[in-house]
């Protein structure tokens, strides 16, 4: 997971900011385009990025909203057109915050810090998981596996995200049912073990040894160690 994505058409200006903020400690991918950046966005997670908005072909505006037809990172438009007509339009599709081309980078890294320590950092926070090579996208409810995207939708990303918030757990096949089901629900608990068989096959090396969702004997399951 690389920590934050630029998507900049000015290279001397997002060369700039990238190089300050790594020295800040963050992982940092630069791209110039609007249909690059998406590229990446599908290939990679990321926790936050940084959007221009007059870029060469696809603007920012129309980036923002098709990421957010599917994503919940958190993002900077970060542009010249620092008009309130732009302004209120970026917040209202979908931004988190809204600068001015002329802020100073130790603002706009204040800036960063805080976002992304409302983001992850607080405890009940849960939209980042990551567990040996996976790393689940609440939010987006998006799966990738060593950077690479894995298809994992409805029940079956339930499931897989109740097991990595319970790490290390060995939990009865009673309680996860419940908690990803329902106790009101009216599948049977047999399909439970279907759910984790087609998981195993879309997460796992070799899903006959399995690495990650272990079979706990006469109790039920467990995603990986403590």
Do not use: H
């Not at 060593?146 to 290390?168: A, P, Q, S, T």
Request: aromatic share 8%; net charge negative; proline share 3%.
């Amino acid at each position: 997971m690389t920590d934050i994505l630029i998507i900049e058409d000015n290279e001397d200006l997002g060369g700039l900011i990238a190089d300050f903020l790594r020295r800040e400690g963050w992982s940092v991918t630069l791209t110039g385009s609007a249909e690059e950046g998406l590229e990446l966005l599908e290939k990679e997670v990321f926790k936050l990025l940084l959007l221009d908005v007059m870029l060469p072909g696809k603007d920012g505006f129309e980036t923002l909203t098709e990421i957010r037809k599917t994503r919940s990172m958190p993002v900077i438009i970060m542009s010249a057109k620092n008009d309130d007509e732009s302004m209120i339009l970026g917040i209202e599709i979908g931004a988190d915050d809204y600068v001015d081309k002329s802020v100073s980078i130790p603002v706009l890294t204040s800036k960063i810090k805080a976002i992304m320590r409302r983001t992850y950092e607080a405890p009940e926070d849960k939209q980042i998981l990551s567990v040996d090579g996976i790393t689940v996208d609440v939010g987006a409810r998006t799966v990738y596996k060593n950077n690479e995207k894995i298809d994992i939708m409805g029940k079956e990303f339930d499931l897989l995200v109740y097991l990595m918030e319970n790490r290390g757990k060995a939990l009865r096949k009673e309680t996860i049912f419940d908690n990803v089901w329902g106790e009101s629900c009216f599948s049977e608990l047999s399909s439970l073990s279907v759910y984790i068989s087609w998981l195993r096959d879309k997460i796992e090396d070799d899903p006959k040894k399995p690495k990650y969702i272990k079979t706990v004997y006469k109790v039920g399951y467990q995603f990986g160690e403590v």
